[in-house]
């Protein structure tokens, strides 16, 4: 059974940073691409950054590009997400999804790609 947890989240002020983490186990962590996302109240479910199983290659929504910074640990089945210089629209509750499919040349940014979720961990950035 695949466990997925997220820890890190919390207050903060706009400006200041955060960073995610998400332990995985129960299936082979260094095989599936992984994923960041995020769901605020009364919005879709989006993409926040993924990155590849092997941490070759990663993908950023727009909002996150030049600010925010994924990564992986395959040794200790941790995923990681640094948040830095947060905006007031950066809060929501975030997860980490694990991909459905092992290996393939990238990550993927639709919820449907991802198999298994987390209770994920809240984000308020306070203005």
């Known amino acids: 059974q695949v466990q997925l947890v997220e820890s890190g989240g919390g207050l903060v002020q706009a400006g200041g940073s955060l960073r995610l983490s998400c332990a995985a186990s129960?299936?082979?962590?260094?095989?599936?691409?992984m994923g960041w996302f995020r769901h605020a109240p009364g919005k879709e479910r989006d993409l926040v950054a993924c990155?590849?199983?092997?941490?070759?290659?990663?993908h950023y929504a727009e909002s996150a590009k030049g600010r925010f910074t994924i990564s992986r640990d395959n040794v200790k089945n941790t995923v990681f997400l640094q948040m830095n210089s947060l905006k007031a629209e950066a809060k929501a509750v975030y997860f980490c999804?694990?991909?459905?499919?092992?290996?393939?040349?990238?990550?993927?940014?639709?919820?449907?790609?991802?198999?298994?979720w987390g209770q994920g961990t809240q984000v308020t950035v306070s203005s």
């Open positions: 999804p694990q991909a459905r499919s092992y290996y393939g040349s990238g990550c993927y940014s639709t919820p449907s790609q991802y198999a298994y």
């Open positions: 129960g299936r082979s962590f260094s095989s599936y691409a």
């Open positions: 990155i590849k199983w092997n941490g070759g290659s990663t």
